[in-house]
């Protein structure tokens, strides 16, 4: 098997398992007072630490959740005033990962004003398409850093100065940044940043949100008062740690890991594009994680291709949308037509991947492509 799906899911670091199984017997709650309680929350703050110093924060800015879903929503829903909702307007983008569409057309049906900004053909926003549709009452600027299904990487730099200028929080969701390149939030000028334990060789069930000091969120859990009054709820302390000690071993790893993903990611690039014929390339060419390659086979879905392979396990899209027959809102949004979406592959790789399974994959693809065509 060639896993070449790291986009949707990443598996445990070796570092992150043994992190695991030392943390079994650290039981405690972290709001205890008593010994067991204290151990269990020095593994929380260890954790809390090392996440803030991979993109660059202090320790209390970072808080816990259980996955970059929930990190989204706390945002979106946290930012504005249901009391009235009729006066506050959020800005996203139409590229943006579900779990930032769908809080936000949830928040529209209550009364918030909500502008979906378009992208061009390599699916980016153009920074002045948000500043024209900033508003008195906009309360959120939120892009994502980068896209799961193209790799594409956002202007958010530029729109983190725009949201400076004009004093609006500005959210980032890094889930498929974050460990992937580097992420800084005070070089990206972002107030908010989500990120997806599970996308860099950490568990499922484990994320964080960044939030600035000053920047005020409504709770989406109400309770004991845990993760500095923005997360209620007894923490995962196993979880958080091994989190923890994958955002540690990212940092290390960040330029190799970078380097090699790059350069099995062109490999892969390079040979299919060979050896089939009119294959298009989805996403930008240059500005996109180095791991991601998009591309669309016209006229062949790209479950065929991939059902006709099943050494190769890579995707037909994001992996939120499996199984469903439908194009892929983010190619819907960059203007691509139906028989070159409907043909998208996301191949996506990671740590677990050498050149020589690389150029196997190349071949199993090409192989079946070229049997589809001859149908």
């Known amino acids: 098997m060639i896993y070449l799906d790291h986009n949707a899911t990443t598996p445990l670091d070796p570092h992150v398992k043994r992190e695991i199984e030392n943390c079994f017997n650290i039981f405690g709650n972290p709001s205890s007072t008593h010994f067991f309680g204290k151990q269990a929350k020095e593994k929380i703050e260890l954790a809390r630490r090392s996440v803030a ?75 002045d398409d948000v500043r024209k549709q900033i508003r008195k009452e906009t309360k959120l600027i939120s892009i994502m850093l980068a896209n799961n299904e193209t790799g594409t990487i956002e202007p958010v ?45 950490a568990p499922k069930g484990i994320g964080a949100l960044y939030v600035r000091g000053g920047i005020r969120l409504e709770p ?40 090699n993903m790059k350069r099995m990611r062109d490999r892969l690039q390079e040979i299919l ?3 089939i014929d009119d294959l298009v390339l989805n996403g930008h060419p240059e500005k996109r994680l180095p791991n991601t390659l998009n591309v669309s086979v016209p006229g062949i879905p790209g479950e065929e291709v991939l059902r006709g392979i099943p ?14 027959n439908t194009i892929s809102h983010v190619l819907s949004a960059m203007g691509v037509e139906e028989k070159v979406a409907i043909g998208a592959l996301r191949f996506s790789t990671g740590r677990t991947n050498s050149m020589e399974q690389i150029e196997r994959a190349a071949e199993l693809i090409i192989s079946q492509i070229k049997k589809l065509r001859r149908k």
């Open 53 to 127: 110093d991979l993109i660059g924060c202090k320790p209390d800015e970072v808080i816990f959740t259980s996955c970059g879903t929930e990190s989204n929503n706390m945002v979106l829903k946290g930012i504005v005033d249901l009391k009235e909702p009729e006066k506050n307007h959020i800005i996203i983008s139409a590229v943006e990962h579900p779990s930032v569409l769908n809080p936000a057309f949830y928040l529209m049906k209550l009364g918030v004003k909500l502008t979906v900004l378009k992208v061009d053909r390599y699916g980016i926003v153009d920074p």
């Open 220 to 259: 989406l859990l109400h309770g004991g008062g845990q993760e500095g009054g923005l997360r209620s709820g007894t923490e995962n302390v196993i979880f958080s740690s091994a989190f923890g000690v994958a955002c540690s071993v990212a940092k290390r790893r960040l330029k190799e890991d970078m380097e």
């Open 273 to 275: 594009f060979s050896e």
């Open 311 to 324: 050494e190769v396990i890579a995707s037909t899209g994001s992996a939120c949308h499996e199984g469903k």
């Open 157 to 201: 730099e530029e729109i983190g100065k725009i949201g400076k200028e004009y004093g609006i929080p500005v959210h980032t969701d890094a889930s498929q940044a974050v460990g992937k390149i580097p992420v800084d939030v005070n070089r990206l000028n972002v107030d908010l940043l989500t990120i997806a334990g599970h996308k860099l060789y």
